[in-house]
């Protein structure tokens, strides 16, 4: 199997975004090894040597900001947020869509805005010349990289809208939750 057949059989994304998905997930995925590394050789020089990496800390909220940022766009454009639908019921389908496209809307401006602070914030860390504590990596970089990460996913949150507004019927949770539960009483 070619590794194109490989990246279509398990990404259900289309065109760039698929690629995208890919090499961020490839992102994270090397960011979670080094951290389990990183781990594992702490846990052990401190239990054998009685000695611990001094660094293992920063670089493990180094890590974890690289994970989250980098899995943050693509758990938006699977529509892998958490909803909670407890009045789709009472309410009708165009209500349903108009506050989803609303709450889109607000989610896409404020990640924006926040992204642009975080930037702004960034900028001014490597102007003052402010590093980690023991291997004196620059952190300014790091908050730009969660910045542009977050506008990344403003980017996301916005094309995800514009799917909506195109292909109403696609995503699952603008389904009537009567047609939900018979599809899958049918299915068993």
């Known amino acids: 199997m070619s590794f194109s057949a490989w990246l279509s059989t398990h990404y259900e994304e289309k065109g760039l975004v698929k690629w995208l998905a890919f090499f961020l997930e490839v992102i994270a995925a090397l960011t979670l090894l080094i951290l389990m590394l990183l781990t594992c050789t702490d846990v052990l020089g401190r239990y054998l040597f009685d000695n611990s990496l001094d660094a293992a800390s920063e670089l493990t909220e180094i890590c974890i900001a690289i994970i989250v940022f980098a899995e943050m766009p693509i758990?938006?454009?699977?529509?892998?947020?958490?909803?909670?639908?407890?009045?789709?019921?009472?309410?009708?389908?165009?209500?349903?869509?108009v506050l989803s496209l609303l709450s889109i809307f607000i989610m896409a401006s404020s990640l924006y805005y926040v992204a642009h602070r975080i930037f702004f914030m960034g900028a001014r860390s490597l102007r003052r010349g402010e590093e980690s504590e023991?291997?004196?990596?620059?952190?300014?970089?790091?908050?730009?990289?969660?910045?542009?990460?977050s506008w990344?996913?403003?980017?996301?949150?916005?094309?995800?809208?514009?799917?909506?507004?195109?292909?109403?019927n696609k995503p699952e949770q603008y389904s009537e939750p009567s047609e939900s539960l018979s599809s899958s009483k049918e299915a068993k």
Do not use: C, E, N
């Open 75 to 97: 758990i938006t454009w699977r529509s892998g947020h958490v909803v909670v639908d407890i009045l789709d019921r009472f309410m009708g389908k165009k209500i349903i869509k």
């Open 152 to 168: 990344v996913t403003a980017g996301a949150v916005i094309t995800y809208g514009i799917y909506i507004l195109l292909f109403p």
């Open 134 to 149: 023991y291997l004196a990596i620059p952190m300014g970089h790091v908050v730009q990289y969660i910045a542009i990460m």
